[in-house]
């Protein structure tokens, strides 16, 4: 039973315009969240993160938005730029742990 | 710099063989993990440590076994390689403060004939 799901494989968004990206989970003890963006043949980075604290967090054009009550979160890019294309996993961690459960990744292509 | 690596970047080995994958951190984090990545699955996890001599199952851990005899390298063997392990494997490591974000190594490609 998946934990953590990205129901949607790949997405395409034009130049400039804004991508959101969506995550469920299942798990009302996960307490950290994180994104992480992959680029072909090169490890993930991480992105951003968020407490179960707080429901947004912004860095630069990377906002996370979470919905504990839906068991939701988002990873907002605004403005999408060509070099955002890339896989991106979403990734959360139980209360007292150090390791993440991570998602099965969306695919983001930003169209020139 | 600290960095995170691992060796071979591929590797191409025959049904029943023991493999080992190797990962080497120089930020000096206590957590070490291993992922493989899967079309359809993301990242899962086999095994993890949180410090020298801890290891623990992850969720798809039958047929890989890992080691940590020092802070700086957690080596992935595969004790009898199966066609089904044919994957990308992924090391990580991590601090111990919150959020826990987790430094990944840059894969091997691991193909099992």
């Known amino acids: 039973d998946q934990q953590v799901k990205q129901n949607s494989p790949s997405l395409s968004v034009q130049e400039g315009r804004i991508s959101i990206l969506n995550c469920d989970y299942t798990n009302s003890m996960f307490d950290y969240f994180l994104w992480y963006k992959k680029y072909p043949a090169e490890g993930p980075t991480f992105l951003i993160s968020i407490s179960s604290i707080k429901d947004k967090n912004e860095d630069g054009r990377f906002t996370v938005f979470l919905n504990k009550s839906a068991k939701h979160l988002s990873l907002h890019i605004v403005p999408s730029q060509p070099g955002d294309s890339a896989v991106y996993f979403c990734?959360?961690?139980?209360?007292?742990?150090?390791?993440?459960?991570f998602g099965t990744g969306t695919r983001l292509k930003v169209l020139a | 710099d600290a960095e995170i690596t691992q060796s071979p970047r591929h590797k191409i080995t025959e049904t029943g063989r023991q493999v080992t994958l190797a990962c080497h951190q120089t930020w000096n984090h206590n957590n070490m993990f291993w992922y493989r990545q899967d079309l359809g699955h993301g990242l899962r996890l086999i095994h993890y440590?949180?410090?020298?001599?801890?290891?623990n199952k992850g969720e798809v851990s039958d047929g890989y076994s890992v080691s940590r005899s020092n802070t700086e390298d957690l080596p992935l063997t595969l004790e009898s390689a199966a066609s089904s392990q044919t994957s990308v494997y992924f090391c990580a490591s991590s601090e111990g403060g919150p959020p826990y974000e987790q430094y990944f190594g840059p894969g091997t490609r691991l193909t099992v004939t």
């Open positions: 440590s949180y410090g020298v001599q801890d290891t």
């Open positions: 990734a959360a961690s139980e209360a007292g742990t150090y390791k993440y459960i």
